[in-house]
């Protein structure tokens, strides 16, 4: 089926305000990941699902970020009080299983003005 | 010391080449090695995934790992104009999160 699908790909957001994040990934796969990348580095770990259930959630930088996944499928990434510091480009990753092949969308583009 | 190491070039090499990409790292739990292909504003794309040590081949691609040396590579045969990319080694121990490099930015120079 269809790739692993992010929205919105852009975002733009006052200081101070809330924001929603979507990833739709591959149809059937259990383990989905977000990470987030700013520019000339390497993604950087957030959060991981297989399922329902954040199997890691050691990447989130603060009690600002949390994430869901409640019917093991779609997941929403929420950013509470955002911060200058959180641009970035947030990125989603699904696989079948653990330990298989990881599949990314085209990310969401943040920037907190 | 970084889990995962990876030089971030530029790295320059004329059309036709062989492009030679390196990543060390420090933990032997990782088991799972990948490589990803990621062009400007674009989301990173797989281009070859391994799990033991040795080589696999995939076109022009050839992606090896050494694990007593905690070392993989990766390959570009004949490389093109459209290699031109950043490129990310990524690894996972079993059942844990992938841990990305901070990728190398390739050049092929017609």
């Known amino acids: 089926g269809a790739g692993v699908s992010q929205t919105p790909s852009n975002k733009v957001t006052e200081k101070g305000k809330y924001v929603e994040l979507r990833c739709d990934p591959i149809s059937g796969h259990t383990a989905l990941y977000w990470y987030r990348q700013s520019l000339g580095q390497g993604p950087e770990f957030l959060i991981y699902?297989?399922?329902?259930?954040?199997?890691?959630d050691s990447g989130l930088p603060n009690d600002r970020f949390f994430a869901v996944r409640p019917e093991g499928s779609v997941s929403t990434l929420k950013i509470q009080r955002t911060e200058r510091g959180d641009s970035a480009v947030y990125l989603c990753a699904s696989s079948l299983y653990p330990d298989t092949e990881a599949f990314f969308g085209q990310g969401t583009r943040l920037t907190v003005v | 010391q970084k889990e995962v190491e990876q030089d971030p070039g530029p790295l320059s090499v004329p059309e036709g080449a062989i492009v030679s990409l390196n990543c060390t790292y420090s933990?032997?739990?990782?088991?799972?090695f990948m490589w990803y292909r990621q062009y400007s504003r674009k989301g990173p794309e797989l281009l070859m995934y391994t799990y033991s040590s040795g080589n696999k081949e995939d076109g022009r691609f050839t992606a090896q790992v050494d694990k007593s040396s905690k070392y993989i590579s990766l390959f570009i045969r004949d490389s093109q104009p459209s290699d031109s990319a950043t490129y990310l080694c990524?690894?996972?121990?079993?059942?844990?999160?992938?841990?990305f490099g901070k990728g190398t930015r390739l050049h092929i120079l017609p």
């Open positions: 990524a690894m996972s121990a079993k059942d844990d999160k992938i841990i």
């Open positions: 699902f297989q399922g329902t259930g954040a199997a890691d």
């Open positions: 933990n032997s739990a990782f088991q799972y």
